[in-house]
């Protein structure tokens, strides 16, 4: 059941990534008469919640209909069985933060390249670390800075590099500006932030009580679609600079576009309609990896979908085979791997390990003599006394 969820983490996660990208480059006719790129991430911030409430709707009816048997099958069915005494509002904090995380990411993915957006979405490990040794009191050992040392390495590299091949690689850029491009990896950056401290939380919460967690997924989106309504209202009408002003009005998110573009480009509404699915699949099974396992190794299998990105937008023609985006992806693969396995340490061990194997080999070979100057090999086993 394990390796079912790791699968649909790992599909779901992929595919919100391409789908919101593919909403990026789609076009659509606004308010003003002119055509615009789909740009609209609270509005995706509010669909993404959506999708975790249709998880919490799931839920009610599969508990409802369970408990009617009156055999007890919600007390063993894997998605129902759990502690029905926990208080709802705990989770208000984590959906604040999601909330807030993902406005941004979309953001970030707007305005950057698909494969460095999901690569520069691995160094939230980074986050985890600080936000675990905090949360659960213990301590960061050498490997852990040198790994996220390395991980940081990774992330300066992706940022000049796509400073660098906004030159010549502009396929899927809706703004040709390096300032655009920075800002947006900053954004991402410091959504890790985010979600890192949200991993963390939702990590200790579900482990101390027995909660469902389809439930606890689905009071996360009631919560969160709730806030970012009301971050919504205020963004509709809040104006922005570039290259956040993409709209008829200049606004961050301007809502009144959005009817009219899903008119004219019906694409729109099948790229969003996936999503939404998506969104509540990845987010149960994020979490059920949480709670069976880590915040941090659900970064560490999160990054595993980057290649899954990198090769479709390749193959979509998004982007341009690039040699160092490939050097820092495998950058961040080693330090994420340092960071969880100490891989690099473990090698080390078994080289010195082989080596010693071998001394003693050679000390095999090499019979010693006794008293009577017969020969005595020296990996024979020691006289019993």
Not at 29 to 37: A, I, M
Not at 320 to 333: D, K, R, T
């Amino acid at each position: 059941m394990h390796h079912i969820l790791v699968f649909l983490f790992l599909l779901s996660g992929s595919a919100n990534v391409l789908l919101i990208k593919w909403t990026n480059t789609l076009q659509g006719e606004c308010n003003d008469g002119k055509l615009r790129y789909f740009n609209h991430p609270v509005f995706l911030t509010i669909l993404m919640f959506t999708g975790e409430l249709i998880c919490y709707m799931i839920f009610k009816f599969m508990y409802c209909f369970l408990r009617r048997r009156g055999d007890g099958s919600e007390i063993v069915n894997f998605f129902t069985n759990g502690d029905q005494d926990f208080r709802p509002t705990k989770m208000i904090y984590p959906a604040l933060l999601h909330s807030t995380a993902s406005t941004l990411l979309f953001t970030g993915l707007y305005l950057t390249y698909t494969s460095s957006f999901q690569m520069i979405r691995s160094s939230c490990i980074i986050f985890v670390a600080f936000s675990r040794a905090i949360k659960f009191n213990t301590g960061l050992t050498g490997r852990h800075w040198c790994a996220m040392l390395v991980i940081a390495s990774a992330v300066l590299l992706i940022v000049v590099n796509d400073l660098h091949r906004i030159n010549y690689d502009q396929s899927s850029l809706p703004l040709i500006d390096a300032n655009a491009i920075l800002t947006a990896e900053l954004l991402i950056i410091c959504a890790g932030a985010f979600e890192g401290i949200r991993m963390v939380y939702e990590e200790k919460y579900i482990k101390t009580i027995d909660i469902p967690l389809m439930q606890a997924i689905g009071w996360r989106g009631i919560f969160g679609l709730l806030q970012t309504t009301l971050i919504a209202i205020y963004m509709n009408y809040q104006p922005a600079i570039i290259p956040f002003n993409d709209n008829s009005r200049g606004v961050y998110d301007d809502f009144m576009d959005i009817t009219k573009q899903l008119q004219s480009n019906y694409w729109i509404i099948v790229a969003i309609s996936i999503f939404i699915v998506t969104a509540a699949v990845h987010g149960y099974t994020g979490l059920c990896i949480t709670k069976f396992s880590s915040s941090s190794n659900l970064i560490h299998g999160d990054s595993v979908r980057t290649w899954t990105v990198w090769v479709i937008a390749l193959l979509l023609q998004w982007e341009q085979m690039n040699f160092m985006s490939a050097l820092s992806f495998v950058i961040i693969g080693l330090g994420l791997m340092s960071y969880r396995r100490a891989i690099l340490m473990e090698w080390y061990r078994k080289i010195l390990l082989r080596l010693q194997r071998s001394r003693y080999d050679n000390m095999s070979g090499d019979p010693t003599r006794d008293l009577d100057g017969n020969e005595v090999p020296t990996n024979r086993q020691a006289d019993v006394i």
